[in-house]
């Protein structure tokens, strides 16, 4: 059955627009809060009573009760045929909504966001961004090549998101020439976009013709209009609060409604935070070279050789909600998605991070290098994104427990502290 009730969100939140269609579809009473004011109501006492995290969209049901979190939302006004019609259903449709919030996203958000001018460009994180694109335009290409649809026969959240999730790729910075060998992918989002049900909500799209670029005066003019760089969905789920929405983007959406200030906003830094650490003596460039370039019974003794204890430090994490992770690949996403928002970090950090088990008992945990003693992330507000849903532990290099543990994850070997073997791993650096 699907719940009805009043959804806030700010105008043109590609988040909103998922549980907006799916409403359409599902016949759910779906109202959107005409008074709501981003950066004042969800900032108000009565507001964040009932949604702590003060983002949005935010969604209260007809019999008061509260949700968070754009895919709860749509799971939540969505009917059977939405949601998938089976178990097996069901999970193929969690698994392209996963994929949507792992794979695409991250990639979408940091090519088109400064194009936008609501972030800094970077020229190694665009180019970066786009063989991300076309890494996921091409799995739903394959996809699609033999089905209409995601899951099944007929449209599912599953469509929804992925397609909500494209919006803006397809609206800004796929241009004619970049988007032609994903055909079937282009033929399924023209027949999404096209559906009285989407219309209704995201009205007529209009495909990129000519790819969109970094325009400095532009930026310079939407960052004299930010106010505040927070609010927002959650992008995995209560654990990861911002995960779901960059930081930038809500404001951004307000960029015509929200006054500019007295003062143009001040230039956003360019220096890594880690820079004001001082630099020691251990090369982090020349261990990653070492890393990858032999085998780790040489590499491990190299770290522990050239390690500087005094000016780095080492730590240990694992996932805070190993009974929510299902399958191996998406804890793999889940690791992937956050390697490429702390990309910034790459300079002064290398990471190894595991995951252990098998599908559907499975965990992640890792061991960190970076510069410094602290915990690195806080300093960045590009950081703060998956953290949280993180234990960190500061170990001592000085122990035999540490070398043990570094020797494990920079081998990829043993099991994890709860018995799980290891399966997979990715290395950051």
């Keep these: 059955m699907a719940a009805h009730g009043t959804l806030y969100t700010y105008p043109e939140n590609f988040r909103a627009f998922k549980v907006l269609v799916a409403a359409q579809y599902s016949g759910a009473k779906v109202t959107v809060d005409k008074n709501f004011v981003f950066g004042e109501t969800n900032k108000s006492d009565a507001f964040l009573k009932k ?42 449709v969690v698994a392209w909504m996963s994929f949507a919030d792992n794979e695409i996203l991250p990639a979408s958000c940091t090519w088109v966001f400064p194009c936008m001018g609501i ?18 335009l091409s799995c739903l290409n394959t996809h699609l090549l033999t089905r209409t649809f995601l899951v099944g026969e007929r449209i599912s ?31 399924w989002f023209s027949t999404m976009i096209n ?13 990129c013709e000519k790819m969109a670029q970094f325009d400095p005066k532009k930026f310079a003019e939407v960052q004299g209009k930010i106010k505040q760089s927070t609010g927002g969905d959650n992008k995995q789920d209560k654990k990861a609060a ?23 906003a001040p230039a956003p830094k360019s220096r890594d935070p880690l820079d004001a650490f001082p630099a020691g003596n251990f090369n982090m460039d020349d261990f990653k070279r070492f890393y990858s370039n032999n085998d780790e019974d040489k590499s491990v003794p190299y770290f522990w050789e050239k390690f500087d204890p005094e000016n ?4 240990y994490c694992q996932y805070k909600y190993a009974e929510e992770l299902s399958k191996i690949f998406m804890s793999c996403n889940l690791i992937g998605g956050m390697f490429q928002r702390v990309d910034k970090l790459r300079k002064h950090a290398f990471a190894s991070m595991c995951v252990f088990g098998e599908d559907n008992a499975n965990c992640i945990s890792g061991i960190w290098v970076w510069r410094g003693q602290e915990l690195v992330f806080p300093l960045c507000d590009d950081w ?46």
Aim: proline letters at 7%; charged letters at 30%.
């Design 312 to 315: 780095y430090s080492i730590w």
């Design 119 to 136: 972030m800094q460009f970077n020229k190694g994180n665009t180019e970066r961004a786009k063989e991300d694109v076309r890494r996921a």
């Design 242 to 264: 911002k995960k779901d929405q960059p930081k930038k983007e809500a404001p951004a959406k307000k960029k015509e409604e929200a006054p500019a200030p007295a003062e143009p």
């Design 384 to 429: 703060t994104v998956d953290y949280e849903s993180y234990t960190w532990t500061k170990l001592d290099p000085k122990e035999d427990s540490t070398k043990a543990l570094v020797d494990q994850y920079f081998k990829w070997v043993g099991k994890d502290k709860q018995g799980r073997a290891f399966n997979q791993g990715k290395i950051f650096k």
């Design 51 to 92: 949604f702590p995290l003060g983002k949005v969209p935010a969604f209260e049901t007809s019999d008061g009760r509260c949700i968070f979190e754009s895919n709860a939302i749509s799971w939540a006004v969505a009917n059977e045929q939405l949601r998938g019609t089976s178990p097996m259903d069901q999970a193929q």
């Design 195 to 207: 559906q009285p049900q989407v219309k209704a909500v995201i009205g007529d799209l209009k495909l």
């Design 157 to 187: 959240l599953a469509d929804i998101s992925v397609c909500c999730t494209l919006l803006h790729l397809y609206q800004y910075v796929l241009e004619p020439a970049f988007r032609k060998p994903f055909q079937n992918a282009n033929r």
